[in-house]
């Protein structure tokens, strides 16, 4: 069974602060995908990043950046110079493999709150 | 930019009735889903769809689910007789010809059971 644990529930900080969500997965497949969704107040989920589990180089967009260890099984995002606009429900997933069909298992969700 | 469009954006109904739930998937994709999220809480796997059939269902997904895509353009989730605790915000989600694809989500329908 696939599991993904997201130990923060809410995050509080101050504009231009950074901040990283946690997120660790479980599973037993050796081909999954990992992802990252925004949940703004409007309610839309807003992808933000697929990383297979082949690929364990760590991604920088912008003011967003991504750290997959395998050894430890997390896949942390970083916010760097936090904005007012970044408040919004992260919630990591897994897509896990075999004949799934690319069913994602959610996170719980971290509550980011950016105060101005 | 294509999209996934969902209808109604809001449904109110009473307790035991019918609902349908609505999607427009984007149209080159052969991959299909329906998730829901009871609000505060995580986004969960309902069901996943493809070349006309169930793919994959949770255990959430028993006999007053069904799911359907009549006209190879919308695709449904009807809810038979619903119940309070099918109160919550439902996704549609649609993909590529590929497992792993990125999955773009519709803006969601929240049904709210009285």
């Known amino acids: 069974a696939q599991k993904v644990t997201q130990a923060q529930t809410e995050i509080s900080v101050v504009e231009k602060e950074d901040v990283t969500l946690d997120c660790v997965y479980e599973t037993r497949d050796t081909t999954y995908y990992l992802f990252w969704y925004k949940q703004p107040p409007s309610g839309e989920l807003v992808f933000l990043i697929r990383r297979n589990s082949f690929d364990e180089q760590n991604e920088i967009s912008g003011r967003y950046s991504w750290n997959f260890q395998k050894s430890t099984s997390s896949f942390n995002f970083t916010i760097t110079a936090s904005q007012v606009v970044d408040s919004a429900v992260y919630f990591c997933a897994l897509g896990a493999g075999g004949t799934s069909y690319g069913k994602l298992t959610f996170g719980q969700g971290t509550i980011l709150t950016v105060h101005p | 930019e294509p999209e996934v469009t969902q209808t109604p954006s809001h449904q109110v109904t009473q307790m035991g009735q019918e609902v349908i739930l609505r999607c427009v998937p984007i149209s080159n994709h052969l991959y299909f889903y329906w998730y829901r999220q009871i609000l505060g809480q995580k986004v969960e796997f309902l069901v996943s769809f493809y070349n006309n059939e169930i793919s994959e269902k949770s255990e959430i997904f028993d006999d007053q689910f069904s799911v359907e895509r009549p006209d190879g353009s919308n695709f449904t989730l009807k809810i038979r007789s619903t119940k309070l605790e099918d109160s919550a915000m439902y996704f549609c989600?649609?993909?590529?010809?590929?497992?792993?694809?990125?999955?773009?989500f519709g803006p969601g329908t929240r049904l709210t059971v009285l």
């Open positions: 989600a649609s993909s590529g010809g590929q497992e792993y694809n990125e999955q773009f």
